[in-house]
Structures are given as structure tokens and as C-alpha cells.
């Protein structure tokens, strides 16, 4: 059984680009969460998703940044006009049921030139 | 708010002594979650501990939690080079299912 899967592991973007980052939960897994750590620091929460719903993104700035789980395929992190300050790891979690293990991916560190 | 807040930030200790790390939070949850992060990697899970729970062991992890303090300590027994590492909590509130996590707990094991 695979982990949690994200790709690509590294991405460099010039400001002004859009950065799509994408997450393929565990198995079995309906629960997609996304976290962002920046350099030093914890992971901070921005979104929580179920196949097809965005149950929580109280933690996702208001602007340029949009998440989604589509039926098939993967959970997708969108940053559109990346900015400098975007830059930092992205982690992606799954998990089977609310409230119980989040599992984490690689992560996604993203530079912007 | 940042929920978990980890104490001490960084340790050293040489290789087959206890590391002991503790993490302290603010309001009421469900339960609170231990991971490692080895430096530029994602985070592995090491244990889960509900707030029904008040100990919990997994290999060389013992976790506790004391939900009257608000506190819970991670202990890792016979440290080894292996476990250099960063530590860190996360605590799941009632009706929230984001993990909110401390700022990490850096442990270097020296062999």
C-alpha cells in the first residue's frame, strides 16, 4: 500500500507564475489535508478536504491560493501569481476517517525566484 | 492559534541516553499526535494519544498526557545516532480536524 504521494517533490517559479501542486492520498483515504511550513518552523493547517468538498479553509489566504479534490485524480494545491513569500514546504496528509492518523506525504518545496 | 508548544527546542544527548521532550497546549482536545521530521523530509507519525488516554508506548516511544496540565512529554528510551531528528506535537481539537502543530523540538543523538 503507497503512501501518501506528492509531486513534484521540488518546484521553481519566477513571481507571477501559477504553482500546481498535486497529492494522491493513501489508499482508501477520503480525508486530504494541507499544511505549509515555512523554514524553522511547524507545519501551519490551511485546508481540509473530502472527495468533491472543501470542509475547511479557514488557514488558506483569501487570495491566490484555491484547493481541490476532485471525484477521480488527485488533490490539487493552486497558487496563482506566486510571490516570494509562497516559498516553503507544502505537506499534504491523508487520512481514513475524521480525527483519527494523518498520514504525510513527501512535501512539496516550492521556490519562487 | 498555534496550539502545541514544545519545550525544550533543542537537545542534545549522546547515543543510548533518554530523550524526554514535552509539549504544552491551550484549550480542550481530542486528541494530540507525535511526529518526526528528519531535516528536509516530510514527517513520519510515531503515536497518537487520546484525551481519554494518559500513557501510551510504542517501541522506545513512551507518550503521556496529562489533560489537567495540558501537557503531554514524548520520551525516547536508548537514544540512537538515528533518531537526530525534529519532534514535533499536534493537537486535534473537538469538532476540528486540522492538527495544529508546536514549532519542533530538534534532537541530536551523538554516537
Known amino acids: 500500500n503507497a503512501g501518501v504521494m506528492q509531486n513534484p517533490r521540488h518546484l521553481v517559479r519566477r513571481r507571477g507564475q501559477e504553482a500546481r501542486l498535486r497529492c494522491s492520498p493513501m489508499?482508501?483515504?477520503?480525508?486530504v489535508y494541507w499544511y505549509r511550513q515555512l523554514p524553522e518552523e511547524g507545519l501551519k493547517f490551511m485546508v481540509y478536504?473530502?472527495?468533491?468538498?472543501?470542509?475547511?479553509e479557514s488557514g488558506m489566504p483569501k487570495e491566490r491560493f484555491s484547493a481541490e479534490f476532485p471525484k477521480e485524480g488527485p488533490s490539487i494545491l493552486r497558487i496563482q501569481q506566486v510571490v516570494r513569500g509562497d516559498s516553503a514546504a507544502y505537506f499534504c496528509?491523508?487520512?481514513?476517517?475524521?480525527?483519527?492518523?494523518?498520514?504525510f506525504g513527501p512535501g512539496t518545496r516550492l521556490l519562487v525566484l | 492559534s498555534q496550539q502545541g508548544e514544545e519545550d525544550p527546542q533543542a537537545l542534545s544527548i549522546q547515543e543510548g541516553e533518554n530523550a524526554t521532550m514535552n509539549c504544552s497546549y491551550k484549550?480542550?482536545?481530542?486528541?494530540l499526535q507525535w511526529y518526526r521530521q528528519n531535516s528536509g523530509r516530510g514527517l513520519v507519525h510515531l503515536i497518537l494519544?487520546?484525551?481519554?488516554?494518559r500513557e501510551k508506548h510504542s517501541g522506545r516511544l513512551r507518550v503521556t498526557l496529562d489533560t489537567s496540565k495540558k501537557s503531554s512529554s514524548l520520551l525516547i528510551t536508548a537514544s540512537r545516532a538515528a533518531d537526530t531528528a525534529s519532534y514535533f506535537c499536534?493537537?486535534?481539537?473537538?469538532?476540528?480536524?486540522?492538527?495544529?502543530f508546536g514549532k519542533g523540538n530538534q534532537v541530536v543523538v551523538i554516537p
Open positions: 484549550t480542550s482536545i481530542n486528541n
Open positions: 496528509a491523508s487520512a481514513q476517517q475524521d480525527l483519527e492518523t494523518q498520514y
Open positions: 499536534a493537537t486535534v481539537l473537538y469538532g476540528n480536524n486540522r492538527l495544529a
Open positions: 494519544i487520546r484525551s481519554n488516554e
Open positions: 489508499k482508501g483515504h477520503s480525508h
Open positions: 478536504l473530502q472527495k468533491e468538498n472543501i470542509i475547511d
